[in-house]
């Protein structure tokens, strides 16, 4: 009673129940429970069990009735052998000339489509592109739906393997569509130069609208159009002999198609004997088996890494008759894909994880997180009753605790049951409470304190969140300005000045948080308020924890791949360090308190205080996870992957590729936010293409920013 | 008595003929068809049946037809109409790849009605004209009605014949126009369709309209157009026009045996049996203007007779037949054989038009959106333009958004006419008069913003999106390049070879129609939600009103004989009797 008069935000009575005193005991035990559970949970989906089969959705796609009459694939042969000789005309440019020659020659209606990079990084810098499509009107529609049907060109030059197949292919379709009268909707036919950015660019200008940041990618404008899309696909083939198809589905952002289109081509695929794939692997041959499972999990974590970077990895394979199939498959479609999931996760090619499925498991691994942050805020708030007396309440023992405990967890029970037999026990109970109040030193003061340090605790807690996240955003903000003063000042390369810049900003971060904070520390106010110190030390870890635990939660609905990295990753960091009331003293606590918010940025703060090993692992836990240095760590298991031999030697060579991995990551994460607007790049990820590796890499940076942007 | 009676039929019998014979000599039928190839392959085939009936435009009229059909004279009678123009289409008209056709219409059903000035109470009339429209063309243009209908002021004035306006300006509140964009046209428009021909299909070139053939176009366009026109050159009186028309455009690539060649029997499944005999003219036109040294073709059997047409300074060529002329055994088949270098060519090297326009939906998501209109202006001076825009209800548009802009630089419209719309009542009215700068490209582009409908607003489809009809562009052009349209003041086909005109050639083009995709509830979820709801109602209410409704009481039980039975009843009646 006394202390709601107090002005507290809650009922401090109401954590006093016997579930809330185990829930405090053993909450450090339920976390790491329900963190394994989670994870285990997470790891038995790929299980048959756990999972289930796929199934069509939508019956309008009619799979079974498509009978497919494809007779072109002489005519694929021949324009294969003329690409091959234009690409020799054109070492580095798509054969223009020769592709809207052909294209008109089939009567589509051909057009053009310029668009523009200008580099969002360095001064001045421009690229230019051209796509070549070619729409097919269809003769049984008035240009209201539209499918499309891509082919990245890549000239000899390219580092990627070449696409030139696929285009005969297309165009061979191409050739054999036209003459069909069935169709009901447009099909577009895009060629496409300079990969994503290419289709980035002719999306953009087909909606009429900028995805990345204004000016970066200039879109140009089309001078045809075929009504709303539908459906895409992308026929990326490497060579004229087809052995399997590789289907791939993860897009910008971590979208994905909806399964029915994932179904509809693996089932072509299975009626034609082709052998069909999902992450170039085939589907596990008993899934009952230990063996089985390790494989569906495998080819389900490829899946979830690839999702998490959030970039779409493009190469869609298919095969001549299986994209007849399709096609006439989504011709048949009434109405736009809306029936079956958006999100799932595929294990194998015929089995998938729906969101009700998958989402219960990363509920566990950042339930922790809630039930920790509850914890602390009763600890505190059992700081609060006890310290301004805690030598007093712990002289006398239990006796105290005792009646306190009869007063509240069970006063109303106990209220109820006396009310006929023994109504003085209740005001008993007031009086006892009363007297109990009047044993303080001074009531009057000890209101004041309380309500000055929750006051002062609030806002400093505020004003550290705050200013973390200001840095967040700042960093984010500055690539521009960063990359210009390296090329201008120091003639520094763009990802090298990039990536200085941001170790420069972490180090500068790192040592200045802690500095800041010890010195705060040092004087009784505002960091320790009063003689009370443990002020704005738990609020702050309450708000990272629930703050972390929302935007996980958030991020996973978008893209759960990221969400379930993300938990993995931070979640036992962020619980094991718990500001216990530990010998190790306020400081400490206080620091690891927010560093689940800002990262590993402060946690190196409590190095003064190195000697004491537990102390020592969390600050070294912690540095890892700072964006700049995982990033680095990153690039290099990557590097020791892809190239054992000169791992095995670890020179300077070695370093070098793995310093030129990281940087490249971060600029080509850059550059992807300001073009495509891929968000990803603030949560945390970011995508290395290393022109020398010519693979792929995802590493993780940045993850502060995620949650201003994300 | 019988002799009596004999000759009695035979009097009325000849008296018939008598009336049906002087009732010949006003009334005119002709059937024509003109075949033009395009671009790509494609084959642009234009039926026209007209009826030319010299009677005054009165209800009295139609009481006694004879060529005229009289089912649709009846309707036209009954609702007071001046002049009636009905579509129904099946694809979009390629203005930039194919010229203008003939009649212009928009994909789905459209139908644009002037009212006769003493009508009284025209929305009613409007509702119940589409009604019966709908029953004699087994089309849904009963859909049509308020919340879909508008009165625009300048883009579709009268066609025909105009009788004095009071005070010399048209009342554009007797005009009603509505479209159907979603309206699917099939054999079942068709069939209700050809019957109102004299000959329907016995005999004549109605006898080519196949069912099974002319739906395998990329576009096919049937229309009724009704008016009044002058009977003489004086316009003293008036005559009653009826044009049937048949829009088919055909792509050799799927019917033709390759090389572009066609022949009646590979468009329309057959040849022709002979001309219907009701008809005064049966004629057959093949557009041979392009048949140059690159683009060659030789027709079988050779025409008849070679037009050489004259019309805005282009000179063109027409191959004509005359069926009545030809015998009716073997059937005649008109074949076009392309020789060979044309085979690969890509087809008749048509210049873009002088004007043409589309239109295209911007912006991605469900929350806001943007339509844009491109009006191209090929000519080399300005071009006055008039922009139509019926928007439905549904998508709420921002007319502050509005923002024209030529070759970048935005440009004022000189008249402009907007009526807002009112959900489910009205759709927006949007009429703009416009100068295209020569030689431009001017984008018309405004927002909107998506809404959600009431749940029962919503098709069984749902998520195939919502139609938003076409815009109307009008214009004058000066040349009459690509130009195949009728002239104002004649009816044939044949009228318009040699018709110049000095203030240029109208040309009123629709664009496409736009597919828009609402934010639509998923409505398996209330289903599962009402079965989920069903079920667990069904298994609780039970066990839950037995707990809740009965109470739990100690009895005795006794032994009873019959007679404390029967006493029991009793004392139950007594007490009812008591209460």
């Not at chain 1, 200008?118 to 097919?136: A, C, D, M, Q, S």
């Not at chain 1, 004997?273 to 490829?302: C, N, Q």
């Not at chain 1, 967890?409 to 026990?425: G, H, L, M, Q, R």
């Amino acid at each position: 009673m006394k202390f709601k008069k107090m002005g507290l935000l809650t009922d401090p009575g109401a954590g006093r129940g016997k579930l809330t005193q185990v829930l405090v005991c053993h909450h450090s035990k339920l976390c790491a429970l329900s963190y394994i559970g989670g994870v285990i949970w997470f790891t038995l989906l790929a299980r048959d069990a756990f999972n289930a089969g796929t199934y069509f959705s939508e019956n309008a796609l009619l799979p079974g009735l498509v009978k497919e009459e494809f007779d072109e694939s002489a005519i694929a042969k021949t324009y294969l052998s003329e690409i091959n000789d234009e690409a020799d005309r054109y070492p580095d440019a798509v054969p223009y000339p020769w592709l809207i020659a052909k294209l008109k020659q089939l009567n589509l209606d051909t057009y053009t489509h310029n668009f523009t990079l200008h580099y969002p990084l360095g001064p001045g810098r421009k690229f230019t592109g051209k796509n070549v499509y070619g729409i097919l009107r269809a003769p049984r529609g008035a240009s209201t739906e539209a499918l499309v049907l891509t082919v990245p060109y890549r000239p000899p030059n390219s580092i990627h393997p070449t696409t030139a197949p696929s285009l005969a292919l297309a165009l061979s379709l191409a050739k054999f569509f036209r003459k069909q009268k069935y169709w009901a909707k447009d099909i577009i036919f895009l060629v496409t130069e300079h990969e994503q950015l290419g289709v980035q660019a002719w999306l953009e200008a087909y909606h009429g609208v900028s995805c990345g940041r204004d000016g970066v990618l200039d879109a140009g404008s089309l001078s045809g159009r075929g009504g709303s899309i539908q459906a895409a696909i992308n026929l990326e083939i490497h060579s004229d002999q087809v052995a399997s198809i590789d289907v791939k589905i993860e897009g910008l952002n971590g979208q994905l198609p909806n399964l029915d289109l994932v179904n509809l081509v693996h089932r072509m695929c299975l009626k034609e004997g082709i052998r069909h794939t999902f992450k170039d692997r085939d589907d596990p041959r008993d899934s009952e088996t230990y063996e089985g499972w390790m494989h569906a999990f495998h080819t389900l974590m490829l899946m979830v890494f690839t999702q998490a970077s959030g970039v779409p990895n493009g190469n869609h394979g298919l095969f001549h008759r299986v994209v007849e199939r399709v096609f006439r498959s989504l011709n048949n479609l009434l109405e736009r894909f809306h029936q079956s999931f958006f999100f799932y996760l595929l294990p194998a090619t015929d089995r998938y994880i729906s969101i009700g499925m998958y989402m219960p498991p990363l509920g566990m691994i950042g339930g922790g997180l809630l039930i920790k942050a509850f914890v602390l805020w009763l600890k505190m708030q059992e700081d609060k009753e006890s310290s301004p007396y805690s030598e007093k309440s712990r002289r006398d023992g239990g006796e105290v605790e005792e009646k306190r405990e009869n007063g509240d967890s069970d006063k109303e029970a106990k209220i109820a049951e006396d009310k006929e037999e023994n109504k003085e026990k209740g005001n008993n109970d007031e009086e006892l409470r009363d007297e109990e109040c009047s044993k303080l030193p001074n009531p009057a003061s000890f209101k004041e304190q309380g309500v000055q340090s929750i006051r002062n605790g609030l806002a400093w807690a505020c004003a550290v969140f705050l200013s973390a996240h200001v840095i967040g955003l700042a960093l984010l903000s500055s690539t521009k300005g960063i990359t210009v003063i390296g090329y201008e000042y120091l003639g520094l390369p763009t990802e090298f000045s990039l990536f200085i810049g941001f170790v420069i900003a972490s180090l500068l971060l790192i040592v200045l948080f802690p500095v800041v904070c010890s010195s705060a520390s040092e004087k009784p106010s505002p960091c320790k308020s009063q003689s009370n110190g443990t002020e704005w030390a738990p609020f702050l870890n309450i708000a990272a924890l629930l703050e972390l635990a929302t935007v996980l939660l958030a991020i996973s609905m978008h893209n759960f791949s990221l969400g379930l990295v993300y938990a993995v990753v931070f979640t036992p960091s962020a619980l094991w360090i718990a500001p216990t009331k530990s010998r190790f003293g306020i400081e400490a606590v206080t620091i690891e308190g927010f560093a689940p918010k800002v990262k590993s940025k402060t946690s190196p703060a409590g190095f003064y205080q190195l000697g004491k090993l537990r102390k020592g692992i969390q600050r070294i836990l912690w540095l890892p996870l700072q964006p700049i240095i995982l990033l680095v760590i990153v690039s290099l298991i990557y590097t020791a992957v892809m190239f054992p031999e000169e791992f095995a030697h670890f020179d300077q060579s070695f370093l070098t590729r793995a310093f030129s991995a990281a940087s490249n990551a971060l600029t080509f994460s850059v550059v992807d936010s300001y073009a495509y607007g891929s968000w990803f790049k603030a949560v945390s990820q970011s995508r290395a293409k290393p022109g020398a590796l010519g693979g792929k890499e995802t590493t993780s940076f940045q993850p502060h920013i995620a949650f201003l942007s994300g | 008595m019988r002799p009596t009676s004999a000759f009695y039929v035979v009097y009325l019998f000849v008296n018939c003929l008598k009336f049906g014979f002087s009732e010949f000599n006003k009334d005119r039928f002709h059937e024509e068809l003109l075949i033009k190839p395009l671009l790509g392959g494609r084959i642009y085939s234009y039926f026209q049946f007209t009826t030319i009936w010299d009677e005054e435009f009165k209800s009295e009229s139609f009481h006694h037809c004879h060529l005229f059909p009289r089912a649709l004279g009846e309707v036209v009678a009954r609702h007071n109409v001046r002049e009636l123009h009905i579509s129904l289409t099946q694809g979009t008209w390629r203005h930039e790849k194919w010229g203008y056709p003939v009649v212009d219409a928009p994909p789905g059903a459209e139908l644009w009605v002037w009212f006769k000035d003493d009508t009284k109470d025209v929305d009613s009339e409007w509702k119940h004209l589409t009604g019966a429209l709908s029953g004699l063309l087994c089309a849904s243009l009963n859909f049509i009605g308020g919340s879909n209908s508008l009165s625009p002021e300048m883009s579709f004035t009268p066609s025909g014949r105009v009788e004095d306006y009071g005070n010399g300006k048209l009342n554009s509140s007797y005009l009603k126009y509505a479209t159907l964009p979603r309206e699917v046209v099939c054999t079942e428009n068709l069939t209700p369709w050809k019957k109102l021909l004299p000959c329907d299909t016995k005999i004549g070139l109605s006898t080519l309209l196949n069912a099974g053939y002319i739906y395998n176009t990329n576009y096919l366009s049937l229309g009724i157009h009704l008016k009044p026109i002058c009977r003489d050159e004086e316009c003293s009186t008036s005559s009653i026009e009826l044009k049937q028309t048949v829009s088919l455009v055909y792509d050799t690539a799927i019917v033709g045996n390759g090389c572009q060649n066609w022949s009646l029997r590979s468009l329309f499944g057959r040849g022709l049996e002979g001309h219907c005999p009701l008809a005064s003219s049966s004629m057959i036109y093949v557009d041979i203007s392009q048949n140059t040294s690159s683009f060659a073709f030789r027709l079988d059997p050779p025409p008849d007779n070679i037009i050489t047409t004259l019309r805005g300074g282009q000179i063109g060529q027409l191959a004509a037949y005359d069926i009545s002329q030809m015998p009716s055994y073997p059937l005649f088949n008109l074949a076009a054989h392309h020789i060979p270098p044309s085979c690969v060519n890509l087809g008749v090297n048509i210049p873009p038009p002088l004007f043409h326009a589309s239109r295209y939906i911007i912006g991605y998501g469900q929350e806001r959106g943007g339509i844009v209109t491109r009006v191209y202006n090929n000519h080399r001076q300005e071009l006055e333009v008039l922009y139509f825009e019926n928007i439905p209800w549904f998508l709420p548009v921002y007319m502050h958004s509005l923002h024209i802009t030529s070759n970048g630089k935005s440009i004022e419209p000189l008249k402009k006419r907007y009526k807002p719309g009112v959900e489910r009542k009205r759709p927006y009215y949007l009429e703009i008069l416009l100068k295209l700068p020569p030689r431009s490209v001017t984008e018309i582009s405004f927002n909107f913003d998506y809404i959600f409908l009431k749940w029962q607003e919503y098709p069984p489809d749902a998520n195939h999106g919502f139609y938003v009809g076409s815009a109307v562009l009008t214009t004058y052009l000066p040349y009459a390049r690509n130009y195949t349209a009728s002239p104002m003041d004649g009816s044939l086909i044949a009228s318009s070879f040699n018709n110049g005109s000095k203030h240029g050639y109208i040309v009123q083009l629709r664009t496409e129609v736009l597919l828009v995709s609402l934010p639509t509830p998923d409505f398996s979820m209330p289903y599962n939600v009402i079965c989920l709801a069903c079920t667990v109602v069904a298994l609780a209410f039970g066990p839950l009103h037995n707990i809740t409704t009965k109470r739990l009481m100690l009895t005795n039980i006794q032994k009873r004989g019959a007679l404390d039975w029967i006493r029991s009843k009793f004392w139950w009646k007594a007490k009812v009797k008591s209460d």
